[in-house]
């Protein structure tokens, strides 16, 4: 089946620093990956979604400044936070869209718990 | 607008006991419908879909059907396990020019032995 892998699956960084997480379609290629952001207790937040070889299109209130998304493959899209502060700390899921016959699907990724000290 | 509401957990039921997760939606068009399972620590998995009205869509005992007259997607399960303890969601997704994937906000589940 389609696999999605997320790396890291966890991470401390400290106040100020630079995060990278990377989202990879292990066995197909996606046009689409979204970024989400999931509080504890709460549903998935959709933060962006990312078109391979184009511009994010990002969500109503979150700044593409400090969440810097990049598809360069369409394999591979990642998210960047940068200057992280501890208000960033939360889980992120990214998925990989394929559509089908009759549907489109999404494959979530395992999810990067950040941690921003 | 477009949006999806399920019933608010947690849900705490005994082993082999029924399960139904109420969810309704709204949605401009004609949206794919969802049930996703999250389990501790861990991202989503698809569990079932139905794409149109009176679709059923089911895997691992669990079962919803597209209910378009009443704008419903109830998940249900004859008899749960203390396995199936999760976080249960519900979504629709919409080409709206482009894909879109709205979720409700979860249901906790406790299946007690």
């Known amino acids: 089946g389609a696999v999605v892998s997320q790396h890291p699956s966890w991470v401390i960084c400290k106040s100020g620093t630079s995060v990278k997480i990377e989202c990879r379609s292990l066995?197909?290629?996606?046009?689409?990956m979204f970024w989400y952001r999931q509080f504890p207790k709460q549903s998935l937040m959709l933060m962006a979604t990312?078109?391979?070889?184009?511009?994010?299109?990002?969500e109503q209130g979150v700044e593409k400044d400090k969440f810097l998304i990049n598809h360069a493959s369409l394999t591979l899209s990642t998210l960047t936070v940068t200057s992280a502060h501890p208000e960033d700390s939360s889980f992120y899921i990214c998925?990989?869209?394929?559509?089908?016959?009759?549907?489109?699907?999404?494959?979530f990724g395992p999810g990067t718990r950040l941690t921003v000290t | 607008g477009n949006s999806v509401t399920q019933m608010e957990g947690p849900v705490t039921l005994s082993e082999e006991a029924f399960l139904t997760i109420n969810c309704t939606y709204t949605a401009t068009g004609y949206p794919s419908l969802f049930w996703y399972v999250q389990y501790p620590g861990e991202g989503l998995q698809l569990l079932l879909k139905a794409t149109k009205a009176d679709d059923k869509g089911s895997n691992k005992g669990f079962e919803a059907t597209y209910r378009k007259e009443t704008t419903s997607f109830h998940l249900e399960k004859g008899s749960v396990q203390v396995s199936d303890s999760a976080v249960y969601f519900c979504a629709l997704t919409l080409n709206t020019g482009g894909f879109k994937t709205i979720f409700g906000a979860g249901t906790r589940l406790f299946v007690k032995a």
């Open positions: 998925s990989a869209g394929l559509a089908g016959a009759s549907s489109y699907e999404q494959y």
């Open positions: 066995d197909f290629q996606a046009t689409t």
């Open positions: 990312s078109n391979e070889g184009s511009k994010a299109t990002y």
